[in-house]
């Protein structure tokens, strides 16, 4: 079980990235949140097998057609308590 934190950055935000962001880690059965920034990046974190949250963070590389992966910041997380599934969280 790992837990990763990743920050996306283009254009993210209006072309449906966070919604099918969480479609592809409840298709992997990864666990955790997604949430816009007010900065205009796309903040999540993934829990669960590694393989899972690697296959996650591939997709999120690339993103839904619509939108354009800048960059994107992939990093250990803190430890989080496990979470009971994968949700969509308000912007911050």
Same mark, same amino acid.
């Given at each position: 079980? !790992?837990?990763? +934190? ?5 254009? !993210? +935000? $209006? ?9 592809? *880690? =409840?298709?992997?059965?990864? !666990? $955790? ?15 669960? &097998?590694?393989? *899972? ?8 590389? %690339?993103?839904? &057609? ?14 989080? &308590?496990? %979470? *009971?599934?994968?949700?969509? =969280? &308000?912007?911050?």
């Amino acid at each position: 079980m !790992v837990t990763r +934190q990743i920050r996306v950055s283009g254009r !993210v +935000q $209006g072309v449906g990235y966070r919604a099918l962001l969480r479609h592809a *880690a =409840r298709k992997h059965g990864v !666990v $955790g949140w997604v949430r816009n920034r007010t900065d205009g990046t796309v903040e999540a974190v993934l829990q669960g &097998p590694r393989e *899972a949250v690697d296959a996650v963070i591939a997709w999120a590389r %690339h993103g839904p &057609p619509g939108s354009l992966v800048n960059k994107l910041e992939d990093s250990a997380a803190e430890s989080e &308590p496990a %979470h *009971a599934r994968f949700e969509i =969280r &308000p912007t911050v």
